[in-house]
């Protein structure tokens, strides 16, 4: 089985807020979001998350999901797809 790229697409990042800033992938339409957060004693914590269609995706600790732009186009040989 030839192998599938996984990798996704970043498209321009945006910033949210000073605490967020969010990245789509051009291909499968997964949000990428990168948060910080600092506690009481001013110690930031960084961390990424993942999301499509309101939903986030659990991919496993810090890991990111592969690119389903496969699943596009599964979705598109089932003909489930909402045309344009
Ligand atoms: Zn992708």
């Known amino acids: 089985m030839k ?4 990798r996704h697409k970043w498209g321009d990042r945006e910033e949210r807020s000073p605490l967020k800033s969010e990245t ?3 291909r499968c339409g997964v949000v ?3 948060l910080k957060r600092f506690d009481e004693h001013g110690r930031g914590s960084f961390w ?8 986030r995706l659990d991919a496993g600790d ?23």
């Open 62 to 84: 810090g890991m990111t999901p592969p690119c389903d732009a496969r699943l596009e186009r599964q979705r598109d040989a089932a003909g489930l797809r909402v045309p344009a």
């Open 24 to 26: 789509e992938c051009a």
């Open 32 to 34: 990428r979001a990168s």
């Open 3 to 6: 192998a599938v790229s996984t």
């Open 48 to 55: 990424k998350e993942f999301w499509r269609d309101g939903e």
